[in-house]
């Protein structure tokens, strides 16, 4: 019984020695699995992270362009603002001082006889006054008259 007793005893070491082995192999290769994996993931991280920071940097360059326009086109439209009421008010000046011209001319007709009443009379639509025939004439034949409303 010794003999089979040696080669249990064989048959247990080889195995030992088979599943060290094995174990080994097995290590060896996962490692060799992990750091092939590790490798390959980092690249890809690489390329990714590349990939990510050249969107990144359109999207912040088109983000720029869309302010860039946007602020221009504000300071167009303040700018056309601005124009539009400078001359707004260069003509509401214009217009504020015709029409204190037009009113002292006339209280100057007024105190010189513009509450005449005009009109045009006769075929030719000549233009004729109203006389006040109360008022007294003037002249050597009395051919001035006053005028109505004067």
Do not use: P
């Not at 599943?19 to 092939?36: C, G, I």
């Not at 001359?87 to 011209?101: C, D, F, P, V, Y």
């Not at 006769?122 to 025939?133: H, P, Y």
Request: charged share 25%.
């Amino acid at each position: 019984m010794s003999k089979i007793f040696d080669l249990a005893q064989s048959f247990e070491e080889k195995s030992k020695q088979q599943v060290s082995d094995t174990e080994t192999r097995l290590t060896t290769a996962f490692e060799m699995h992990a750091t092939f994996i590790s490798d390959a993931l980092g690249k890809n991280e690489t390329i990714i992270s590349d990939v990510i920071s050249a969107q990144n940097r359109r999207v912040r360059a088109l983000l720029l362009k869309t302010w860039i326009w946007m602020a221009l086109s504000l300071i167009a439209i303040l700018i056309a603002s601005y124009g539009v009421i400078w001359l707004q008010g260069e003509m509401i000046t214009k217009n504020w001082q015709a029409i204190s011209e037009q009113k002292d001319t006339l209280q100057q007709l007024e105190a010189k006889g513009g509450k005449i009443q005009w009109n045009r009379c006769g075929d030719n639509r000549r233009l004729c006054v109203m006389i006040d025939e109360k008022a007294e004439t003037y002249g050597q034949r009395g051919e001035w008259r006053i005028l109505k409303g004067y």
